[in-house]
Each structure stands twice: as structure tokens, then as C-alpha cells.
């Protein structure tokens, strides 16, 4: 932990198994230095193997795919409640930047409060500017999209995945 906050110029990044309907490899540039907070939980849950099994819970045609629910979405639970739960780690202030939600970015999802991220991110298929300055984004997809564009979508308005959801099946903190 000390080395990611020692080094904010490090490139790191996260690497996303993906089986079910989309089935690859999803590769993701970190921002340290837009939201090095965020950055620091992701790769630490990431590097405890907390988001290994975790399924894509909410999925939205031409917004976006929603994962990391560490507590409540891993795969063979009661997917009722995937997107209810976080880590054992505290939530996050917000650390809001400039970045805009295009597509390939990642976010952290977050409940009405700002202040509440805590291990559930999302990755936009489609640029969506409403977002901007209200979510952090913590990242972008650098290789895989078509891996995140045949993600098993969801139904109704809130894009709940009915049905086997497609899952990260190991994640790893990569450099």
C-alpha cells in the first residue's frame, strides 16, 4: 500500500477475467493522480482477490455495465441483492475531477450520497457528459472493449441482469 501512495507516477492498472456471454480479457489504465484514493481500494480489494467471482449485476444498453459488489455479487449467491453490498473497507469521499464519462471510462458507483464508493465500478459503453463531475472516475479501458460491449444485458430501467450474469472471474492489479 506505502508503494502506490509513494508513487503516484506509477502506471498501474487492472486486468478483468471475463467469462459468460462476453468472454475475454478487459484491461483498465488507473488514475492515480485523478482519484488516488479510489485507485488505492480498487487494487487493494483487487490484490486480495475480493472481486474474484464477482458477477456485472446492472447492465444498461448504450449506458453502461456495473460490477464490484464484493459483498453480495459473487457468483452462486442470492443475485437479488448484487449491488446492495461493498467491501469491509470504509467508503470514499468523492474525489471529482474534469474527466468526462466517454466511452471505455470507469466509475465508482455510488449511492445519492457523494461520499459513499466504496468497491462497485462501472465501465460506459456510451459517452454520458450528465455524469461528469458527479461520479469518480477512476480509470479507462485501454484494451478489451469488445469484451465490456458483449456483456450480458439487463432488463427493465434499472438494467437488472436476470438469469446467469456474466462474472470477473479473477482480477489482477497489473503495472
Same mark, same amino acid.
Given at each position: ?53 464477482? &458477477? ?110 456474466? &462474472? ?8
Amino acid at each position: 500500500m506505502a508503494a502506490l501512495t509513494a508513487s503516484p507516477a506509477a502506471a498501474t492498472g487492472l486486468k478483468i477475467e471475463v467469462e459468460g456471454e462476453a468472454d475475454g480479457v478487459i484491461e483498465i489504465d488507473l488514475l492515480e493522480d485523478v482519484a488516488p484514493g479510489h485507485v488505492e481500494q480498487i487494487t487493494a480489494l483487487a490484490e486480495d482477490g475480493a472481486y474474484d467471482g464477482v &458477477v456485472f449485476h446492472r447492465v444498461i444498453e448504450g449506458f453502461m455495465a456495473q460490477t464490484g459488489d464484493v459483498q453480495f455479487g459473487k457468483m452462486g449467491g442470492d443475485m437479488r441483492r448484487a449491488g446492495t453490498g461493498k467491501s469491509d473497507r470504509p467508503n470514499l469521499s468523492a474525489e471529482f475531477s474534469d474527466e468526462s464519462f466517454e466511452r471505455g471510462v470507469v466509475g465508482m458507483a455510488r449511492s445519492s450520497d457523494p461520499d459513499s464508493a466504496n468497491s462497485q465500478f462501472f465501465i460506459m459503453f456510451a459517452p454520458a457528459t450528465h455524469l461528469d463531475g458527479q461520479y469518480t472516475v477512476v480509470g479507462r479501458v485501454t484494451s478489451g472493449m469488445d469484451v465490456v460491449d458483449a456483456i450480458k444485458r439487463g432488463e427493465g430501467q434499472n438494467g437488472a441482469v436476470v438469469g446467469q450474469p456474466d &462474472v470477473m472471474k479473477r482480477v489482477t492489479v497489473t503495472d
